[in-house]
């Protein structure tokens, strides 16, 4: 998880929430499962808002029934 601890000590937000948004984009992809996880591990609001998003977005581009089969839970 060095992408995630390595955006996670970013100090400037708007370079964090374009770097989240692009690590989860990746992961949700890869792991989907495990990126919508680690998103709903931060403090809710905007960036953890972002990154589920992100995640998601990447697991549909992938696996579009499975995501949609999610989100409808």
Same mark, same amino acid.
């Given at each position: 998880?060095?992408?995630?601890? @390595?955006?996670? *000590?970013? !100090?400037?937000? /708007? ?14 992809? *890869?792991?989907? *499962?495990?990126?919508?996880? @680690?998103? *709903? /591990? ?5 960036? +953890?808002? &972002? ?5 998601? !977005?990447?697991?549909? /581009? &992938? +696996?579009? /029934? &499975? ?7």
């Amino acid at each position: 998880m060095a992408g995630w601890d @390595k955006v996670n *000590r970013m !100090s400037n937000l /708007s370079e964090r929430l374009e770097a989240m948004t692009a690590l989860m984009l990746g992961w949700g992809k *890869r792991d989907p *499962r495990t990126a919508v996880e @680690k998103a *709903r /591990s931060l403090p809710a609001g905007a960036m +953890q808002n &972002q990154a589920l998003g992100a995640a998601c !977005s990447g697991w549909a /581009s &992938q +696996q579009p /029934s &499975q995501a949609a089969d999610w989100a409808r839970q």
